[in-house]
C-alpha cells in the first residue's frame, strides 16, 4: 500500500533561516507529488506540484521541491523563511490507477521573528 | 469566491445522533473528494466520485458513512448513529481529474464534527 513519510513533525526556526522538509513515500509505480500548506485558521491549500518532467518544481511564495526517483524523495525548500510561513506542511502522493492522495502526518513550522 | 464550499463549519451532536454534511465543489468540476482529518493526523481519504458515480471507498470506511453525488454536482455525507471516534475534520475537495488523467484537488474549509 502506497505510504507517506514525513520525518520533521515540529520545526522551529529564524526568519531568514533556511528550510528544509522532508517527504518520503512507498510505492514502485508512477506517482504524483504535492505539497499542501495550511496557515492558521485557513484551508489546505496547493504550494506546488511534480507530475512529470523537471524533477524540480517551483511553487508559490518562494517554495521549490526536488523530486528524487531514486530515493522515493520530495523535499520541500525555502531559501530563507518569513515569519508568514508558519503553518503545518502537507506532503501528498497519488498514482495514475488511483486518484486518492495519501497524506503524510504534517509537519509543524513555526518561524520567529 | 468561488472555491469549494462545506456546510456547515462546525457540527456538536450526541452520540447515537445522524449528522449530514454538504459539500459544494468548484462549479466546473467534475471530481469530488471527502477526507477526514483527526488532530496531528493528514488528511485520510474517505471516497471520491467522478461525476455522480462513486467510483473508490475507503475500506476504513465503516457501513455507517454514506456519500451521494445525485446530480454530480453538489454532494452528501451522512454518518448514522455517530460515535465519539467519529469526532474530526471531514474535508472535501474537487479537481478536473478524467479517467486517464488526474488533476490538482482544491479544498474547502471543512466540517469539524464534535460527538458527545
Known amino acids: 500500500a502506497q505510504s507517506v513519510s514525513q520525518h520533521n513533525h515540529h520545526v522551529i526556526l529564524s526568519e531568514a533561516a533556511s528550510l528544509e522538509l522532508g517527504c518520503n513515500y512507498s510505492y514502485g509505480g508512477t506517482v504524483n507529488l504535492f505539497w499542501y500548506v495550511q496557515y492558521p485558521g485557513q484551508h489546505l491549500q496547493l504550494l506546488l506540484k511534480y507530475f512529470s518532467g523537471d524533477p524540480l518544481v517551483k511553487g508559490i511564495k518562494g517554495f521549490e521541491a526536488e523530486f528524487i526517483k531514486s530515493k522515493f524523495s520530495f523535499n520541500l525548500r525555502k531559501p530563507s523563511v518569513q515569519w508568514s510561513d508558519t503553518a503545518e506542511y502537507f506532503c501528498a502522493v497519488n498514482s495514475y490507477n488511483t486518484d486518492k492522495l495519501i497524506f503524510g502526518t504534517g509537519t509543524r513550522l513555526q518561524v520567529f521573528p | 469566491d468561488t472555491g469549494v464550499s462545506q456546510d456547515p463549519r462546525h457540527k456538536i451532536t450526541k452520540r447515537g445522533q445522524n449528522v449530514t454534511f454538504r459539500c459544494d465543489p468548484i462549479?466546473?468540476?467534475?471530481?469530488l473528494y471527502w477526507y477526514r482529518q483527526t488532530l496531528g493526523q493528514g488528511p485520510e481519504f474517505l471516497t471520491y466520485?467522478?461525476?455522480?458515480?462513486?467510483?473508490?471507498k475507503s475500506r476504513l470506511l465503516s457501513d455507517r458513512f454514506s456519500a451521494e453525488r445525485p446530480k454530480g454536482s453538489f454532494s452528501t455525507l451522512e454518518i448514522q448513529r455517530t460515535e465519539q471516534g467519529d469526532s474530526a475534520m471531514y474535508l472535501c475537495a474537487s479537481s478536473s481529474g478524467t479517467p486517464i488523467s488526474t488533476d490538482t484537488q482544491y479544498f474547502g474549509p471543512g466540517t469539524r464534527l464534535t460527538v458527545l
Open positions: 462549479s466546473e468540476h467534475n471530481r
Open positions: 466520485f467522478q461525476n455522480e458515480a462513486q467510483l473508490e
